[in-house]
């Protein structure tokens, strides 16, 4: 090894210490004129190279956080090849074992150097053959070392030795001088840096505190993010809850090609937003590629052309809210600076998306109990005026007894009858014996609502879903959210409907009306029904799965007719309910007009009933009930001729009948139910008396 720590060889000359002398005084004067360390070293060597043969300076100052001495060339009258930015391990470094022992330290054979052998490798490239290290130190620091290195094969003199010592003392205050001011440099502008940081944090978060809605405080974080880091592409990222997909919910892309648009819906599966989401850390890629991310969007962003992206967790209070997303055209965009200053744009943005999102919620809910208390008022001037159902025919017991059985559960209940037989009051009765019994009761009659419209009153719509569509509509199924929902007349639901409604029976689910965006429900349904559902599927008029899941629980409302006995207590019930309200103290019903009110069909049951009932208050002159009795007749009512067969006398009621509706056979104004049949019997007694429609017109009625 060729190592040297010995006094180099002596020299005595009076002059030599005199001129010695004036250059270090020069140096003195150098050190005090020059603040950049560059010119200073240029200064210095060329004050002492009159004095001292060198070709070149090294400088080597260490770095603790890595252990290593970082070398760089300050002065060379040669050519240096020295790799940028060389970093040497301390032990194997000549500077390194002469900053350790603070000792100089003598390289004479770069050849047969063995000790620090990438050093000498690269000295004796540069054609360094003599190397002169002395310690760079302080009375505060160690700094580093100092190397003075010699193209000739010639030692350094004692006295050459002496000086350069004696100038390293000077030097290494001028290094560590320049290190401080280039460390309050740094420090100030760290300074600068973060009041700007803070200063722009501050701006950003009061842009976002004065917005509450979601679509003005995405612009708003936007806007503001242009101002702080440079990107071209912003969107935010919502998970889409109990499900794998996430939703683009707005974006920002002014230069786009409309490739990656709002509403978006994807499998998160493969994308930035997944491993954010997973690690609740936010995550850079220098360079977007599909091998790493073979999610949507990645596909859609490189086709827009953007090539780096970086993905931010939104979180609060331990919650995640969702995910920016902050993308450039340029690789390698987003900077390690940039990424702190993100995270922390990050947390102002979950808390502001969290507040909008409470106040998106608690704007929602007031809509919703504002449609709600219309609802209920709209509810309170049109529902039954009798608070239960009264009877007490043993078909009427049983089927309380039903509503018992099944009211407690959660399952659909279709609910069959014919019109005005009360349905609806039997929809209620499960409501009020089912856990939701707390919750709203919302009823929907499809037939009365048309076709187009009803989509919109159950599922809801958005903004400028259709022409007058001018505000968000909250539909009835979310009204009914925890409670029940009663959908009457289900037979008159259109096909293009009963899918969507499926749905909602099977999965829970459903869109509103110009909307992506899926709403989960949890509504008890109740459907009625006067049509004859199985023959509707048979006819292909309404779709089998669809009735299947309606008719878990099927219960049958018995007409007024099959209830004769219930007659007599359903009149005093509406007798004293009439008369209260007019005011019209009735207290006998003739024995004739009750018989009357018992023997007819009541073809529009109690609906009709209650309507007769009321006509009969207002024809009471006094207290007892007038009945018109007259007006309790079949519209086929005929005084059969003698000896007429009784196939004849029903032959001439059918076509009276037919003749009154104008051949109009089902229907709630059809022969049927003014006969009090069904459609189906009625059919089969007009083919068994060969009645045919051709027939209604041209037999006159039979004379009595």
Not at 264 to 285: C, W, Y
Not at 495 to 508: N, T
Not at 674 to 681: D, E, F, I, P, Q
Request: glycine share 6%; hydrophobic share 40%.
């Amino acid at each position: 090894m060729a190592v040297s720590i010995t006094e180099p060889r002596a020299t005595d000359s009076t002059d030599s210490e005199e001129r010695h002398l004036e250059a270090l005084v020069e140096v003195f004067e150098c050190i005090s004129l020059h603040g950049d360390l560059q010119d200073l070293l240029h200064e210095i060597a060329s004050r002492l190279r009159p004095l001292v043969a060198f070709d070149v300076i090294y400088v080597s100052l260490y770095d603790a956080l890595h252990n290593v001495m970082r070398v760089s060339v300050v002065e060379a009258s040669i050519p240096v090849t020295l790799p940028v930015h060389l970093q040497v391990p301390l032990d194997e470094s000549a500077a390194g074992f002469s900053w350790k022992t603070q000792q100089p330290l003598f390289v004479n054979d770069m050849r047969n150097e063995s000790r620090f052998p990438e050093v000498a490798r690269i000295m004796y490239e540069s054609n360094v053959r003599r190397l002169c290290v002395l310690p760079l130190t302080t009375v505060h620091r160690k700094l580093g070392a100092i190397a003075f290195g010699r193209v000739q094969e010639v030692e350094y003199a004692e006295a050459e030795f002496r000086l350069l010592e004696k100038a390293t003392a000077e030097i290494a205050l001028a290094v560590d001088n320049s290190l401080h001011h280039q460390e309050v440099v740094r420090y100030e502008k760290q300074l600068r840096d973060e009041r700007d940081r803070t200063r722009q944090l501050l701006d950003f978060t009061n842009t976002l505190v004065n917005n509450l809605g979601l679509e003005e405080l995405f612009s708003a974080i936007s806007a503001g993010l242009r101002k702080i880091i440079h990107h071209d592409y912003a969107s935010l990222v919502f998970p889409a809850p109990g499900t794998n997909e996430l939703t683009i919910y707005a974006v920002d892309f002014p230069h786009g090609k409309g490739l990656v648009r709002a509403n978006l819906s994807f499998n998160k599966k493969g994308s930035l937003a997944e491993r954010v989401f997973a690690t609740g850390m936010p995550v850079f890629t220098h360079l977007l590629q599909v091998e790493d991310f073979p999610a949507e969007p990645t596909h859609l962003l490189l086709a827009e052309g953007l090539k780096s992206a970086c993905c931010l967790p939104l979180i609060n209070r331990e919650r995640s809210v969702g995910a920016l997303t902050l993308a450039s055209v340029r690789p390698a965009a987003f900077t390690a600076a940039d990424a702190e200053l993100l995270v922390q744009i990050a947390n102002q943005v979950a808390i502001a998306l969290d507040n909008a999102l409470a106040f998106r919620e608690i704007a929602e809910l007031k809509d919703r109990l504002t449609e709600e208390k219309l609802y209920l008022q709209d509810e309170i001037r049109t529902e039954f005026n009798f608070d239960e159902i009264i009877g007490e025919n043993r078909e009427i017991k049983a089927l309380l007894k039903q509503v018992e059985t099944v009211g407690p559960t959660d399952a659909p209940v279709l609910i069959l009858g014919e019109t005005g037989t009360g349905k609806e009051l039997v929809a209620r009765a499960i409501h009020r014996v089912s856990r939701r019994q707390d919750r709203a009761f919302v009823k929907i009659n499809c037939a009365a609502i048309p076709t187009g419209l009803l989509e919109s009153e159950l599922f809801g719509h958005e903004k400028g879903a259709f022409t007058g569509a001018i505000a968000r509509k909250v539909g009835r199924l979310e009204l009914a959210h925890h409670g029940t929902i009663f959908l009457d007349e289900i037979g008159d639901i259109s096909p293009d409907l009963q899918p969507k409604l499926l749905r909602v029976l099977q999965e829970s689910e459903f869109e509103r009306l110009g909307s992506n965006t899926t709403i989960h429900v949890d509504v008890r349904l109740i459907a009625a029904t006067n049509r004859n559902l199985a023959q509707m599927v048979a006819d292909n008029q309404f779709r089998s799965d669809l009735y299947y899941r309606l008719r878990v629980f099927p219960i049958l409302v018995p007409p007024l007719r099959e209830r004769k006995d219930d007659i007599p207590l359903l009149v005093r019930f509406f007798t004293q309910k009439y008369s209260r309200r007019m005011a019209k103290p009735i207290k006998k019903i003739p024995p004739d007009g009750m018989q009357a009110l018992v023997n007819w069909r009541w073809p529009g049951n109690i609906r009709e009933m209650e309507n007769f009932i009321e006509r009969c208050l207002i024809l009471s002159p006094g207290p007892e009930l007038n009945v018109p009795v007259d007006e309790l007749k079949e519209p086929g009512d005929v005084t059969p001729v003698a000896g007429a067969t009784l196939e004849s006398a029903e032959r001439e009621c059918i076509l009276g009948a037919l003749r009154d509706t104008g051949g109009l056979i089902s229907g709630a104004n059809g022969a049927a139910a003014k006969l009090g049949l069904k459609r189906t019997t009625l059919q089969a007694k007009m083919k068994k008396l060969g009645i045919t429609r051709s027939q209604i017109g041209s037999e006159p009625h039979p004379k009595p």
